[in-house]
Every structure is written in C-alpha cells, then in structure tokens.
C-alpha cells in the first residue's frame, strides 16, 4: 500500500534489508578502490568531489536536466499528436507506423556524433537525440490506450451521436491516459540517457554532466567521474518521482 | 395510424462472406407503438442483440428498413432520441456517478434542433432532468461523488439505467442489462426500472433471456427463434399494473411464463423439422 509508505520506513525489517546491501556494496567498493586505484576511487574522494564543488554540479545537472525534459516534452506534444492523428485516420496508421517501428529499431544514440557535427556544440543536438529516443514508447502507448476504449462504452455514446472530437475529449484521451504514463515512465530514464549520450560525443561543449564525466575522464579524475554519475543517478530518481506523483494525482480512478 | 416508435420491415442482417455467412436475422417485421415495453427473448444466437443493433443505428441492415419514430436510427442518434443500456454499465471509470450521468447533456448539443424537425414526438418541458433526484430516486443519493469502481455491480447498472433516462429518450434500447446481477439486485433493479419508466412517456425495446423478466416487465414480449434469427411471436401480457413484486405469486403470472416458454421450446425445435 503506496499510503502507508512513509510510516513503513521506520520498521527495520524495511530498511534493514537495503541497508545491509550497501555496506557490502560500500565495503567491496572501497577494497576494489584499494586494491586498482586506476578502476575506481575511494568513496570519501568521490564524496569530497562532490561536497567541495556542489554549485558547480548543481550547475551542469540544471544542463543536462533542462536538455533531458525539453527533448521529452518534444517527443511527447508531437508522439501525441501523431498518436491523435493515428487512430483517427488509418491511413496516417499506416504512413507512420513503419518510420516509427525503423526508427525504434536503430540504434538512435549512433546519430548523435553526425548531429554534433550539423548543430555544433549548442544544446540542438542533445534535445533532438533525446526527443528521438523517447519519440517511440510514447507514440506506441498513447495508440493504444486511445484505442483501447470498451465498445459498449463507445457505443453509449454513439447512439447519442457524439462528434469524433467529442468522443476524442471525454472517452479516448481519458482512457489513454495509464498508458501514456506507462510511457513516460519508460523515457524518463531514456531522456537522461539521450542527453548525456550526446554530451559525450559532443567533447568540448558548453556543460552538462556528459561533458563533465567526458573531460574528466580524459584527464584521469575519476573521483569527479563518478561524482557526475552519482547525480546523474539521482537525477534519475527525482524524475521517476515527479512522474509517480504526477501519475497517482492523475489516475486515481484507476486500480494499479 | 400515427407512426410506430420503433419500426422494422422485412429486415435482413448477414454477418461474414460466402460460405462462412450466417444470417443472424431474415425476414423480421416488428412495429411497435409509442409508450409501450416490449422484450426481446429467445435462445442465444436468434440475433435479438443484433436486432436491438440495429434500431440503435450501431450497425446497419443488409435488406428492410429500420424506422425509429419515422426517421432512420442514425437521424434519430442525431436527435437523441435513443437511450441505450448495454449489458455492461460502461461507466466512464475517471468520472464520479453524477458526471457519468451528466456527461449526455454535453454531448451532441445540436440534438433538440433535430429533434424539433422530426413530427409526431411528444412535446417536452424545456431543460434536462434533475440529476441529483433522478440518482436519489434509485438509491444512489449517497453514491453521487463516488467512482464507478467504489460501487456494486447493481449500483454501477443503476446509474448507466440513470444516465439513460437523464437523457429523456424516447426510445430507451436495453441488452441484457440485469443478466450479470444476482437475482434480488435483477428484481429490484426491475422496480426501479418500471418507476422511472411509468413516469414518462418512454418506448422501450428490451433484450432479455429471463422469462419471468420479460413477463414482468413488458406490455408485450415477443419470442424470437435462431438459424435464422427471426420473430415467432408476440405475445401480449394482459397483467394490469403497477406490476410489484407481488406479481411473482399471482397466477396469471406463471401462466403467461408457461405459455413463453412454450413457445420457446416450440421456436428451439422448428429449425429442425424445416
């Protein structure tokens, strides 16, 4: 039960179990750190990394974040409008369909260096990797679920002959909705990817937490690498939880 | 002879191509007047869904034509005249009771134009019905903010039977739609239903596979056959009304069961000896 979350958490057969995992984690950690000071860096350095220079994470986290949500809010208004367009007109279902089925089985992060190369070091590049990538699930989940309204349910309606926008409004976009959740929570994680995927192989450019894992790299500070992961990694999480809250404010009606 | 509310001649409805063809109704002639209730019975596959389709304009007939109170079903879709209560309540699950039950009066906002068009309806007081009431009526004044899934299968019936009515159709078309329910939430889903109804002026065709249903309910109950679908018979029901649960014990009652079921036997047995 999602409600009784928080109050769970003081019980330590909750925690406990996490806990015990990363201080094994932490401790196998700290002995590769040890044992190949070239693989990985001792935790206090990575956390020293981080705490020393906060504002200058914080800054290229907001780059990266910023790339991340606007090549997924693309991805979604034009996913949507396509999907809209795609269960009302069969033949837009069957112009789009195959594109978007190519374009999901290519291995879209390899288009990145090329796009680099046409849009130069500015943030274009990244939001267009992005905005691809997170393009599919949600053009695919938002077909569905606007067609995956009862037919007695629609036929109540027919008989009272509601216009197609009507019926569009009050019973397609509605039931779309769990799925185009169901989406945003697969390209969440996606978009991050994207955007980083692109600052990578756009070295040299203005920020963002793939420049800084990038040059670090380059440049043998692997604490400050692994600094970068760690909040990426949180990045991840806020946005899952954004989504999830957003989700359960939306879907209360719905059962899962 | 004012026009019938409802109106088939020599309809015929084939699902499928060639060889895989069936003929789920051949040959059907049904007139029915205003005001009255008629049932639809017979086994499955006599295609008294598929007739009931029919007069909601949701599919159209291949030979004949279907009349809803001298227009076509789609015009009279367009006017809102239909009701329909499908066998599922097919509530908007996202929307409490008492938007499911308003939601009919934003949609298709042109109908009382169209409807003003077509001669011989009976005139209407202006504005939409009292929803609340209508809710409070059949139990569910509780029940308004609630979602569709916070109720019992009856309750969630009872108000796609609201959200029918609320639209004051003059033809409310029902499919099966107590089949799901236990038989003491049927019975007094039935009540409900003969109440709202007495309280207008509501034609309504009613799909149902319960004899004792059919009997009660209706003015007149007409016994369908399959292979292919097609009328038997209509049998007028001469019980006077208001029909209570009282009626389940009268003797009338029971004899009118048995001569339905009669005819039923009778309808199972013909495709044979064709």
């Known amino acids: 039960m999602p409600r009784s979350l928080p109050l769970a958490w003081i019980r330590p057969a909750f925690w406990l179990p996490l806990a015990v995992l990363l201080a094994i984690f932490g401790g196998l950690w700290q002995w590769g750190a040890h044992a190949m000071p070239y693989f990985l860096p001792p935790l206090p350095s990575v956390f020293s990394a981080l705490s020393g220079h906060l504002s200058y994470y914080a800054h290229n986290a907001g780059i990266t974040l910023g790339e991340a949500v606007i090549g997924l809010g693309l991805a979604f208004v ?3 409008a396509l999907a ?37 070091f500015g943030p274009a590049p990244k939001i267009i990797i992005t905005s691809l990538i997170c393009f599919f699930p949600i053009l695919i989940n938002t077909t569905a679920g606007l ?32 799925y185009l959740f169901a989406a945003l929570r697969i ?70 | 002879m004012p026009t019938a509310a409802i109106a088939l001649s020599s309809v015929r409805k084939v699902y499928g191509d060639g060889p895989a063809a069936t003929v789920a109704l051949d040959g059907v002639d049904l007139a029915i007047a205003a005001g009255r209730f008629v049932s639809l019975i017979g086994p499955s596959g006599c295609g008294k869904s598929t007739l009931l389709r029919l007069v909601a304009g949701l599919e159209p007939a291949d030979r004949g034509t ?29 929307l409490s009771v008492l938007r499911n039950v308003t939601l009919p009066q934003k949609i298709n906002r042109g109908a009382a134009r169209q409807r003003a068009r077509i001669e011989g309806l009976a005139a209407r007081d202006s504005g939409p019905p009292d929803m609340r009431e209508l809710l409070r009526k059949v139990g569910l004044g509780d029940a308004l903010e609630k979602l569709p899934s916070q109720l019992s299968g009856g309750m969630r019936q009872r108000a796609a039977i609201v959200r029918a009515f609320g639209l004051r159709p003059d033809v409310l078309l029902m499919d ?55 009328i038997v018979e209509s049998v007028d029901i001469g ?31 013909s495709p044979d000896a064709a």
């Not at chain 1, 995956?148 to 019973?171: F, G, I």
């Not at chain 2, 239903?193 to 009613?206: A, K, M, P, R, Y």
């Open chain 1, 78 to 80: 034009v996913a949507f």
């Open chain 1, 84 to 120: 809209v367009l795609m269960s009302e007109a069969p033949v837009a279902r069957r112009a789009v369909l195959p594109v978007a089925v190519v374009l999901n089985v290519t291995p879209l992060v390899a288009i990145a260096p090329p796009l680099v190369v046409a849009f130069g």
């Open chain 1, 147 to 178: 067609r995956s309204v009862p037919v007695p349910m629609l036929q109540v309606y027919q008989t009272m002959k509601a216009s197609r926008l009507e019926l569009l409004v009050h019973l397609r976009v509605p039931s779309a909705l769990p």
């Open chain 1, 187 to 256: 390209v969440a994680p996606l978009s991050i990817i994207g955007a980083v995927v692109a600052e990578l192989s756009a070295s040299g450019s203005v920020g963002g937490l793939g420049s800084v894992i990038s040059v670090a790299s380059s440049m043998n500070e692997l604490a400050v690498v692994y600094a970068a992961i760690f909040v990426l990694a949180v990045m991840g999480v806020l946005l899952m939880l954004v989504i999830t809250l957003a989700e359960r404010q939306a879907l209360r009606w719905h059962e899962s």
């Open chain 2, 66 to 94: 279907v009349a809803v109170h001298g227009v076509t079903p789609d015009e009279a879709c367009a006017a809102k005249l239909i009701g329909f209560v499908p066998q599922a309540p097919a509530l908007l699950p996202w």
């Open chain 2, 176 to 230: 099966e739609p107590f089949s799901a329910l236990d038989e003491f939430t049927r019975e007094s889903l039935q009540d409900q239903l003969l109440e709202l109804w007495g309280e207008g002026s509501t034609t309504v065709l009613f799909v149902t596979h319960n004899i004792a249903e059919a009997v009660r309910l209706s003015d007149t109950v007409v016994v369908m056959a399959a292979g292919p679908g097609r």
């Open chain 2, 239 to 269: 019980l006077p009304r208001p029909r209570g649960q009282q009626v389940f014990a009268e003797r009338g009652f029971h004899e009118y069961e048995d001569l339905i079921r009669e005819k039923l036997r009778g309808a199972w047995r």
